[in-house]
C-alpha cells in the first residue's frame, strides 16, 4: 500500500517553499529549514564557512542576544540543533504546539538579520570552536582523517565534493568578518531556503504563521548554477596508504556513483547491499564468517546532487590478515556480482532493509521533516517519502548487474588504507 504522509506546500512571493505535513498524534511541532548552501558552494581559498555559519547562526541576531535561541526554546521544553553537509545547511528544533510561534520568530530572526550580530569577537570565538571540533572529531580520532582522503580520491581537484565539510583552518583563519558577511548575503535568503513544518498544525495555520515570520525577508541569493554534468567512473584505480597508530588495518574502497534520485543510483545501491550493506550480505559471509580474514565488513551509498553520488566498502582487517589478500577477494565478489547478479534473496534482503529503514525514519516526526525539506530543496518534491519506496521495490536484478558493470568495476576504485604504523612509529605515506 502506498505511504500517504499529507503533504502541503507552497512558494511565498520572496521564494521561500514551505511544506506542512500535519500529524495530530502528539502536541508538538518540528520546525526545519533546509538551506541551500553546503561546502559544494564554498570557493577555494574559502572553505569551512558553510560549517562556521552552523555555529554563527546560535550567536545572536538582531533581536536575539548570544545563546538565547537554545535558552528561549529549552525553557518552553524543545530540542535543537543544526548540521552542515555537502549540498545543505539545516537547522531544526521540536517544540511544543503552543511555541510553533515563538520557534518562527526566533528562525526569522536569525536568517533575516543575523549579521548585525556576527562581530570580530563573535568570528574569533567561533573559529576557534571549529578548530577544536577538528581535533576531536578528525585529528585525535583513529581513522578520523579517512572519509576526507576518500573524497579526495575519488573527486578530482577543484570539484565541489573534493573537499569536507570542515574546510581548511588556514582558510577560516584568513577569513575576515566582510568575507563571512558576504557568504550569508549570497546564501542566506528565503528564496534558496526550505521551511518545513511537521506535527500539531494545520496547513493553512503553517502556512500563516510562516508567511507572518518570513514573509517581510527580501529574497536576495545569488543565482545558483546548474548541477554539474555526471562524472564519469574512474578509469583506473586510485591508491592512498596512511600508516598510523589505529586499532587495526582498514580499507575503504570508494566509487562514484549516479546522482540522486536517479534508478541507476538505486540499482547501484542494492548492488552495495549485496556486498556489504546486509548482515546476510557477501563480503560478510565469505571475510568475518568463513575465511575470519575481517573483523567487520559494510557497504554504503551517499546520494548527491551535484553530479556524481558515493559509494564505497569498509573493510576491518582481523590481526594477522593481509589487507592486499581482502582487496583481491572485494574484487572477486565485484567481478562475481557483475557475471552473476543477485539472487531473488539478496533482492528481497535488500528491499526489507530498505523499508524497514525508510518507514523508521518517518515514524520518527523529527526525520520525516528531514525528509520532507530535503526533496523539497534538491529535488522540488517532498512527495519522494510516500513513493521512494516504490521505485527501490522496482529495482530488477539486471538493473543491478548493468548498475554494477558501469559504476562497481574493480579498475574504477579508489582505495584508502589505513594500516597500523610499526613500532618504530613509521610515518604516513601516500
Not at 108 to 128: I, P, S, Y
Request: net charge negative.
Amino acid at each position: 500500500m502506498p505511504l500517504d504522509y499529507p503533504i502541503h506546500r507552497r512558494t511565498l512571493p520572496n521564494g521561500l517553499r514551505v511544506v506542512v505535513s500535519p500529524d495530530h498524534t502528539v502536541p508538538n511541532v518540528t520546525v526545519n529549514l533546509w538551506v541551500g548552501v553546503g561546502s559544494r558552494h564554498e570557493q577555494a581559498g574559502r572553505t569551512g564557512f558553510a560549517h562556521l555559519f552552523e555555529h554563527l547562526m546560535f550567536q545572536g541576531s538582531r533581536g536575539v542576544r548570544s545563546g538565547e535561541h537554545f535558552e528561549a526554546l529549552m525553557a518552553e521544553g524543545g530540542r535543537l540543533n543544526a548540521t552542515t553537509w555537502f549540498d545543505r545547511t539545516n537547522y531544526f528544533e521540536t517544540v511544543p504546539t503552543g511555541a510553533l510561534e515563538l520557534a518562527l520568530w526566533l528562525e526569522a530572526d536569525r536568517h533575516g538579520h543575523l549579521l548585525d550580530a556576527v562581530t570580530q569577537e563573535n568570528l574569533d570565538n567561533q573559529r576557534d570552536v571549529v578548530k577544536e571540533e577538528k581535533r576531536q572529531r578528525y585529528d585525535n580520532q583513529p581513522y578520523g582523517n579517512a572519509l576526507i582522503d576518500v573524497y579526495a580520491a575519488v573527486f578530482p581537484e577543484g570539484h565541489p565534493y573534493h573537499h569536507p565539510t570542515i574546510g581548511s583552518m588556514e582558510d577560516l583563519d584568513a577569513a575576515s568578518v566582510e568575507d563571512v558577511h558576504e557568504f550569508f548575503r549570497l546564501h542566506y535568503a528565503p528564496d534558496n531556503t526550505v521551511v518545513t513544518l511537521c506535527g500539531d498544525v494545520g496547513a493553512e495555520a503553517g502556512f500563516a504563521l510562516v508567511e507572518r515570520h518570513f514573509g517581510a525577508l527580501d529574497a536576495r541569493a545569488a543565482e545558483r548554477r546548474p548541477a554539474l554534468p555526471q562524472l564519469e567512473p574512474l578509469t583506473e584505480p586510485v591508491r592512498v596508504e596512511r600508516r598510523e597508530q589505529v586499532p587495526n588495518d582498514r580499507l575503504h574502497v570508494a566509487f562514484r556513483l549516479p546522482v540522486d534520485e536517479t534508478d541507476e543510483l538505486l540499482a547501484a545501491t542494492v548492488a552495495l547491499d549485496c556486498l556489504g550493506g546486509l548482515s546476510s550480505s557477501r563480503l560478510v559471509r565469505r571475510m568475518v564468517r568463513r575465511e575470519q580474514s575481517a573483523v567487520g565488513a559494510h557497504a554504503t551509498a551517499w546520494g548527491f546532487v551535484d553530479g556524481v553520488s558515493l559509494g564505497f566498502v569498509v573493510i576491518d582487517v582481523a590481526p594477522g590478515a593481509d589487507p592486499a589478500a581482502l582487496e583481491t577477494a572485494l574484487v572477486e565478489e565485484l567481478e562475481r556480482l557483475a557475471a552473476e547478479g543477485p539472487t531473488a534473496e539478496e533482492l528481497e534482503a535488500s528491499v526489507a532493509q530498505s523499508e524497514r529503514a525508510w518507514l523508521s525514519a518517518l515514524a520518527s516526526q523529527e526525520e520525516r521533516a528531514d525528509m520532507l525539506s530535503r526533496n523539497a530543496l534538491l529535488h522540488d518534491d517532498p512527495a519522494v517519502v510516500n513513493h521512494h519506496l516504490d521505485r527501490v521495490r522496482a529495482v530488477t536484478a539486471e538493473d543491478v548487474v548493468a548498475a554494477t558493470r558501469r559504476w562497481l568495476r574493480p579498475e574504477s576504485r579508489a582505495v584508502v588504507a589505513y594500516l597500523v604504523a610499526d613500532a618504530a612509529g613509521e610515518e604516513a605515506v601516500a
